[in-house]
Each structure stands twice: as structure tokens, then as C-alpha cells.
Nanobody, 121 residues
Framework: APFVESGGGSVQPGGSLRLSCTAS????????IGWFRQAPGKEREEVSCIKGSDGSTLYTDSVRGRFTISRDNAENTVFLQMNSLNVEDTAVYYCSAVTVGTNGCTPFGRWGQGTQVTVSS
């Protein structure tokens, strides 16, 4: 898989984590990149995306105001800063190249291993 996710872990409600998405074979700055998550027994869902062209961002309603997506082109990395985490944020988080349209961000390509985020007291 071209993408490698890292930074997950276990935190208490209200805690923070910063996820990283890197790639060795492609230049992330050439793509819109999205973060997705999949909780046990649920379908994978879009969390946030950042365009490659102008850096504009999109967030799903449940994370807006708590999560921030950003990119460091020099480090070929896209970050997801997650604050005020709650138990509903528990999931495996994945990143992917995406196309951005009226329906949000559509991933393409293969998924990586993901990184586990667990929020519990």
C-alpha cells in the first residue's frame, strides 16, 4: 500500500492524538488526501479531506471543530489533529488519495494498515 498511517493510541475522553499519513512512492502534495475511519461493526466513513490544489478542507459534522487536517509538503505528510476525543471516535483510521466532489471525498487506490484509536475511560 502506498500510504502508512501512524500516531494512534489509547486515550481517555477529552484527550488528544495526532495522526500522520505518509507515503514513500508518491508525492502527497499532488493529491487531495482524506482521512477515513472504521469502527467495529460499522462501515468505513469519511472524516476529513484536504485538497492538494488550494489546501481547502472538509470535515464530517461529527468532528468539525474538534479535528484539524493539515499537510506538510516538505515532509510529504498529512496530519489529523484530534482534540476533545470521545468514545464514538474509537476506530481504525486510514488515509487515502481522494477525489473531491459534491458528495464529499471519494477514496481511490489501496488501503493501508490503518492506525487504531481507542477512546475509553
Amino acid at each position: 500500500a502506498p500510504f502508512v498511517e501512524s500516531g494512534g493510541g489509547s486515550v481517555q475522553p477529552g484527550g488528544s492524538l495526532r495522526l500522520s499519513c505518509t507515503a514513500s512512492a508518491i508525492r502527497l502534495a499532488d493529491y487531495a488526501i482524506g482521512w477515513f475511519r472504521q469502527a467495529p461493526g460499522k462501515e468505513r466513513e469519511e472524516v476529513s479531506c484536504i485538497k492538494g490544489s488550494d489546501g481547502s478542507t472538509l470535515y464530517t459534522d461529527s468532528v468539525r471543530g474538534r479535528f484539524t487536517i493539515s499537510r506538510d509538503n516538505a515532509e510529504n505528510t498529512v496530519f489529523l489533529q484530534m482534540n476533545s476525543l470521545n468514545v464514538e471516535d474509537t476506530a481504525v483510521y486510514y488515509c487515502s488519495a481522494v477525489t473531491v466532489g459534491t458528495n464529499g471525498c471519494t477514496p481511490f487506490g489501496r488501503w493501508g494498515q490503518g492506525t487504531q484509536v481507542t477512546v475509553s475511560s
